[in-house]
């Protein structure tokens, strides 16, 4: 028998969509956690989404990639995540929220996180059981 997967209340959804910044920690081996490192999210429809600005080499990046799982704080919560791979059909709005959420920050670093070169650093964040 499967345990049905967790999902975000709507609670969560907006407070993290609407939060400026959230931190994320990768979990390592041991199961303890990295230091938080702070970036942008965004929700497109009910799920979250963040990008590493600086590509697949960025140190949280793969971190989070290799361990699949960790925490984040964001809109005043904390809660447990794994790290997925987002869907091939999101991108455009996952690209739309960035823009929506962020250009007022100018084109040069809202860059870094839409557009093609963008979709492979993707994550999702799935809150976990």
Same mark, same amino acid.
């Given at each position: 028998m499967s345990t049905p997967a967790a999902t975000w209340t709507d609670n969560e959804l907006r407070r993290v969509g609407q939060a400026e910044e959230l931190q994320l920690a990768s979990r390592r081996g041991d199961g303890t956690l990295r230091p938080y490192v702070t970036m942008w999210v965004v929700r497109t429809g009910d799920e979250l989404y963040v990008r590493s600005a600086y590509g697949p @080499?960025?140190?949280?990046?793969r971190r989070a990639k290799a361990a699949g799982a960790g925490r984040i704080r964001a809109g005043g919560f904390e809660r447990d &995540?794994?790290?997925? @791979?987002? $869907?091939? @059909?999101?991108?455009? $709005?996952i690209d739309a929220a960035y823009h929506a959420k962020y250009d007022r920050y100018g084109q040069a670093i809202v860059g870094s996180v839409v557009g093609a070169k963008a979709v492979p650093v993707? &994550?999702?964040? &799935?809150?976990?059981s």
């Amino acid at each position: 028998m499967s345990t049905p997967a967790a999902t975000w209340t709507d609670n969560e959804l907006r407070r993290v969509g609407q939060a400026e910044e959230l931190q994320l920690a990768s979990r390592r081996g041991d199961g303890t956690l990295r230091p938080y490192v702070t970036m942008w999210v965004v929700r497109t429809g009910d799920e979250l989404y963040v990008r590493s600005a600086y590509g697949p @080499d960025n140190p949280w990046y793969r971190r989070a990639k290799a361990a699949g799982a960790g925490r984040i704080r964001a809109g005043g919560f904390e809660r447990d &995540v794994t790290f997925a @791979d987002a $869907g091939p @059909d999101v991108h455009a $709005g996952i690209d739309a929220a960035y823009h929506a959420k962020y250009d007022r920050y100018g084109q040069a670093i809202v860059g870094s996180v839409v557009g093609a070169k963008a979709v492979p650093v993707t &994550v999702r964040l &799935v809150p976990a059981s």
